[in-house]
């Protein structure tokens, strides 16, 4: 299990088909870089999207995480970035 297990569960119990990845940008293990990858953010604007995320992490970004940089993709365009 990783150390942000907690981070995966709670986007999962919100976006059930999500890829998450969640790396510690600063090694303080509060200051995260998360990439989501769903297609519940098909046809929702960029700020729609992270606010979906920033709803989910809600209590966790009042206690546990002190930053995040999100960047979010549906399956298709995640496959497009990464050919």
Do not use: C
């Not at 297990?5 to 293990?29: C, N």
């Not at 992270?50 to 709803?55: A, D």
């Not at 206690?63 to 549906?74: C, D, N, S």
């Amino acid at each position: 299990m990783s150390d942000f297990q907690f981070v995966e569960d709670i986007i999962k119990a919100g976006l059930p088909d999500a890829q998450v990845m969640v790396e510690d940008m600063t090694g303080t293990r509060d200051h995260l870089a998360i990439t989501v990858v769903s297609d519940a953010f098909k046809g929702k604007l960029l700020f729609e999207q992270h606010q979906m995320l920033m709803t989910l992490l809600k209590e966790e970004l009042k206690q546990r995480i002190h930053a995040v940089k999100l960047q979010t993709y549906t399956k298709e365009k995640f496959e497009q970035a990464n050919k």
